[in-house]
């Protein structure tokens, strides 16, 4: 069974920055891409980032580009998102999710229809 567990979120002023972690279990990282997305109240889900499962494939929101990063830890079955120079505007559920990787290893995709498996989710909130 499929698992993943985020953490990471909090309460953080702006232009500070968060570390969100993504667990996984049930699974090996080198066949699925792992992607972040996030959801604020009233608004649809929204890609923030995602890697490939060859590690190569690495894309970013538009909305995030350039104060993001992704890594991961495959002997840790960890994923990372480091998120700085956080706004208001980012306040959001943080969630990651899985896809089977069926195409090329170097491919992921920022559309949350794509993803099978999701956690259950970790709250930002940027505010002074």
């Known amino acids: 069974q499929l698992e993943l567990v985020e953490s990471g979120g909090g309460l953080v002023q702006p232009g500070g920055s968060l570390r969100f972690s993504c667990a996984v279990s049930?699974?090996?990282?080198?066949?699925?891409?792992i992607g972040w997305f996030r959801q604020a109240p009233g608004k649809e889900r929204e890609g923030v980032s995602c890697?490939?499962?060859?590690?190569?494939?690495?894309k970013y929101g538009d909305a995030v580009k350039g104060r993001v990063t992704i890594s991961r830890d495959n002997a840790k079955k960890m994923v990372y998102l480091q998120m700085n120079s956080l706004k208001p505007e980012d306040t959001a559920v943080y969630y990651c999710?899985?896809?089977?990787?069926?195409?090329?290893?170097?491919?992921?995709?920022?559309?949350?229809?794509?993803?099978?498996?999701w956690g259950q989710g970790t709250q930002v909130t940027v505010s002074s």
């Open positions: 999710a899985a896809d089977k990787t069926f195409g090329p290893t170097t491919y992921c995709t920022l559309t949350p229809g794509d993803y099978g498996a």
């Open positions: 049930g699974f090996s990282l080198d066949y699925y891409a």
């Open positions: 890697l490939s499962s060859s590690g190569l494939g690495i």
